[in-house]
């Protein structure tokens, strides 16, 4: 009989944890509608701004002699330093996207260590944090509480030290790596060099027949602030990408966790009626041979 | 009458997108008015409004912190970086974005008269939308 209530207890809290794995589904699916369509609106202001920056950087580039002047557009092939951000979410429960976003970030460092690049390591997200303070790597700074709620503001505020480090050429490149949303059951892994900006892609003929004309004298003006702007929302797309593809790795891991717990719930009641079943048995064997043994 | 397809494009979405008659933008250099067949032109903007006559004759401002323009003969694209529309539905919606506008301004504007310059052109604008 103890073995028949060991089983019960056992099927009470599991079908518990079920109830928990299914509310947080849905809520991340929730969270997920939310993310994704704050992704998508802010895809627009993305494009445009590439398309400006190409324009006025193939411009200069075609026109200028010398080309472009500007660190932030000079392909540096002998990098010394280089700043690494990564962003992870600051909850875990979402399978394998924190991880997945760790390895890579172990691997580019991994990387530039061979080519004796020195690595200023910058964290985004509790969950990136914690593994990277316990195997006591060295981080220049840790920012919590961002990845879960992006914001333009803060995330422009840690952006800057990194821009203002690259303009005064302490560092060479800029990278940023994250877990970011492609569809709802897939993530994609991004490793994007933000600095120096690869605009080598756009043809110096392209732009021929558009016309376009400056206010002279700040083309070059525009591009450096431009290209802050251009970093600033990098950093803060890549932010609300990654909540995007944390919610649907929640999701997808939070699904999973549901049906595993319905799957052991069922095993677990097949066991509760063998047990039962044993046990009735047991008891009418007693019987009976009670009553045989009177006869 | 003519319109230019007018696109105000901030980090978190779209703020204007639809034609308009003609636009003030606060150029780095001085505040410029564009219509129609405007020749292209791709300028920085700095902290100020952004005046858009619409296409059935009502005026909308938005208060920008920094921006440009790109504007190619029948389009013009705003990049900002943070804006507030002065609109609403109510009064309590109006001067809700108006405050919202003000504390924009004044989180990147140096100079007071600026600030105050932009706070009565928003107050006036809002003043004619009630």
Known sequence: MANLKEIQRQIKSVSNTQKTTRAMKLVSTAKLRRAEELAKRSRLFAQKTNQVIAEIAARI?????????????????????????????DKGLCGGF???????????MAEYKNKKVKIRLRGIGKKGIEFFNYNEVEMLDEVKNLSSAPDMQRSSEFMARSIDDFKEGKIDAVYIIYNGYLNVITQQLHVN??????????????????????????????????????????MYYALIDSLAAEHSARMQA?????????????????????????????????????????? | METLQLEVLTPSGPIFNGPAKSVTLPGEEGEFGVLPEHVSLTTLLQAGVVDI???????????????????????????????????????GDIAKALDEAKSLISSVADSNTMIASVSARIESAAHNLV
């Open chain 2, 53 to 91: 006559q619409k296409e059935n004759g009502k005026t909308e401002s938005i208060v920008v912190n920094w921006g440009v323009v790109q504007i190619t003969h029948d389009k013009v694209v705003v990049l900002v970086d943070g804006a507030v529309a002065i609109r609403g539905d109510s009064e």
């Open chain 1, 193 to 234: 060099r933000v600095l120096p900006v690869d605009v080598s892609a756009y043809e110096c003929d392209v732009e021929k027949d558009s016309m376009l004309e400056f206010e002279a004298q700040d083309e070059e003006k525009m591009l450096d602030s431009l290209v802050t702007k251009y970093a600033e929302y990098n």
């Open chain 1, 98 to 108: 924190n991880m997945q976003t760790i390895k890579a970030v172990k691997r580019v």
């Open chain 1, 254 to 295: 939070m699904d999973a966790a549901t049906n595993n717990a319905k799957e052991m719930v069922n095993s677990l009641k097949v066991k509760f009626n063998k047990a039962r079943q044993e046990a009735i048995t047991t008891e009418l064997i007693e019987i009976i041979s009670g009553v045989e043994s009177m006869k």
């Open chain 1, 61 to 89: 580039q075609c026109n200028k002699v010398g080309g472009i002047e500007n660190r932030c557009f000079l392909e540096n092939d002998a990098p010394e330093m280089i700043d690494i951000i990564f962003v992870t979410a």
